[in-house]
């Protein structure tokens, strides 16, 4: 008989202390072994993770009003400004603004030592901040400059908000060119010297759940070591599954916009980066558990990096001319022994974003649910699935 | 002239003024600054990394002398702290010597201090900036 449950029959067996919950990496040899449908039976929920540069992150804070009052216009955070074109003393602070000050790329490549991810940093380790604001004055809000220092106590709010996180895939990135360049994906060397690459593969939340049967607005989950919320699509999000040519298949293109209270969350698992040449960013841990309702469901819970493929892009020249054309695809159990073979050359590899630490995320989140504490959340919405969002459009240059 | 490394070593009068920046303009040098460090008493250290004309990078030495700064060379080591390391991998590939490797199945990056040459490729790379240099 098909297996089906229901996440009230799960959270039920959450508050009886029954469920049983696996990682998506012990899940693996369980679906072996016994076959998804039994797995499907025997399992309630599987606990994914990663912790990973994630640019499209920042966070909203509302600073409590001043005396007199001011309807702050420029608002710098450890010399960091964040967008404040909101009301009188709320601002947005972006994971990778850096300080005006900052020399940048002057000297390349750049060091970009602090930024927007660090201040995020600083704050959830409850680091005093300085806070900066200007203002031009109004009758309603007379005063025009303020220099103090907070702490994130301080704050009414203080909130993560983050447009775009936990992309499904990523690419492995390599550098054709005959020069050493710097990017988002770390240090390439010339002529194919390594390739970087950037998910956690079995163990990454979007790549066990890629038609999002179970994963919608108002999912529960694990986020900078604090209990956050999936509140919409990410931007780009545009979910695909492609067969490749040589077999197989590219799980690739869905994303999340997620939320949750920055007071309740751990400087370890949200941590401020500088890539050289490139910018400074914040590190984000995020863990989802995905419900386990069906057999299909447990099905593409439990593939394992044997099953899932990776684009290979030349970031020297196709990406920066804005031509990703993939030169191959790899597993993640190539890209992870080391070395992949790519137009007859074994290349070296690297990962940029934490599997150790990814590994700890899902069993962080699996002792959370085994301890009665975190409840499945039955999503409000579901988000575009496979095929359900038209293709992403690039910027059309027109006459103004 | 190769990159030169030295330790610069200032006292409270000295923080507040902008030597590096006239180590640039004045002296046309190459500065990399590799670490720094201003204590509550505004004493600095900083490990610089030099380039530049070998006539202008001893008068860049001496006006740093002017101004009462210490300058050592650099003797050092490297150390990884690892209550920042994330155990993340961008290190792997700029080391040229094998000291930063990972360890499957686990994928834990290992620091075997024994192999580093100093090169100070992590350093630089790394993006928690868990590799510091030592004395
Ligand atoms: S790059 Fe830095 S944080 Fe990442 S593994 Fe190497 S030393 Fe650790
Ligand atoms: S200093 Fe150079 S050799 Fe030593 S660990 Fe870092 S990159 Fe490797």
Request: charge should be neutral; charged fraction near 20%.
């Amino acid at each position: 008989m098909a297996v089906e449950k229901s996440l009230a029959e799960i959270n039920a067996r959450i508050k009886s202390g029954k469920v049983v919950v696996l990682t998506a990496e012990e899940v693996i040899p369980l679906v072996r072994e016994k076959g998804v449908r039994q797995a499907a039976a025997e399992v309630d929920v599987v606990t994914t993770g990663t912790f990973g540069t994630m640019c499209s992150s920042g966070a909203y804070f509302n600073f409590g009003h001043t005396k007199p009052r001011m309807k702050m216009s420029k608002v710098w955070l450890n010399n960091v400004q964040a967008y404040a074109g909101l009301a009188a003393v709320d601002a947005f602070l972006g994971a990778t603004e850096v300080p005006d000050n900052d020399p940048l790329n002057s000297i390349h490549p750049g060091e970009f030592r602090y930024g927007g991810g660090h201040v995020i940093h600083d704050l959830v380790a409850r680091k005093p901040v300085s806070l900066r604001a200007i203002a031009y004055g109004t009758d309603c809000y007379p005063r025009r400059e303020i220099n103090t220092v907070i702490t994130i106590d301080d704050l009414n709010q203080a909130v993560l908000f983050n447009p775009r996180n936990a992309y499904q895939n990523y690419n492995v990135a390599v550098n054709l060119s005959d020069r050493t360049i710097y990017t988002y994906m770390g240090v390439l060397k010339p002529h194919m010297g390594n390739a970087n690459y950037s998910t956690s593969g079995q163990l990454s939340p979007l790549l066990k759940d890629p038609y999002f049967r179970t994963i919608g607005i108002g999912t529960r989950i694990f986020l900078g070591g604090g209990t956050g919320y999936v509140v919409w699509q990410g931007t780009q999000h545009c979910p695909g599954l492609t067969p490749l040519p040589e077999g197989g298949q590219l799980v690739s293109g869905g994303t999340l916009a997620v939320i949750g209270d920055l007071k309740q969350m751990r400087p370890e698992w949200l941590v401020g980066v500088s890539f050289l040449g490139y910018g400074a960013s914040l590190t984000v841990g995020l863990g989802i558990p995905i419900p386990i309702l069906n057999e299909e469901i447990m099905y593409w819970a439990s593939r394992s990096d044997e099953e899932i493929y990776a684009p290979v892009v030349d970031y020297g020249l196709d990406y920066p001319a804005g031509n990703p054309q993939p030169l191959g695809y790899v597993t993640y159990a190539q890209l992870k022994s080391g070395t992949i073979n790519l137009q007859g050359r074994e290349v070296p590899t690297a990962p940029l974003s934490s599997y150790p630490r990814a590994r700890q995320i899902a069993a962080i989140l699996k002792d959370w649910i085994r301890a009665g504490g975190f409840l499945l959340s039955e999503p409000v919405a579901l988000l575009p699935s496979i095929n359900e969002v038209t293709p992403l459009k690039s910027l059309q240059e027109k006459e103004a | 002239m190769s990159p030169k490394r030295v330790v610069l070593r200032f006292m409270a009068e000295t923080a507040d003024k902008p030597i590096i920046y006239q180590l640039i303009r004045n002296y046309d040098l190459v500065v990399n600054i590799l670490k720094a460090h201003i204590n509550p008493h505004k004493e600095g250290m900083m490990v610089l990394e030099i380039q530049g004309e070998p006539e202008q990078y001893a008068r860049g030495l001496e006006y740093l002398r002017s101004l009462g700064v210490t300058i050592q060379p650099l003797s050092q080591d490297v150390h990884r702290n690892e209550t920042i390391c994330s155990h993340c991998g961008a290190c792997i590939s700029v080391c040229p010597s094998g000291a930063l490797y990972l360890e499957r199945p686990d994928m834990t990056v290992n620091f075997d201090e024994d192999k580093c040459v100093v090169c100070l490729m992590c350093v630089r790379a790394c993006p928690y900036k868990a590799m510091e240099v030592r004395f």
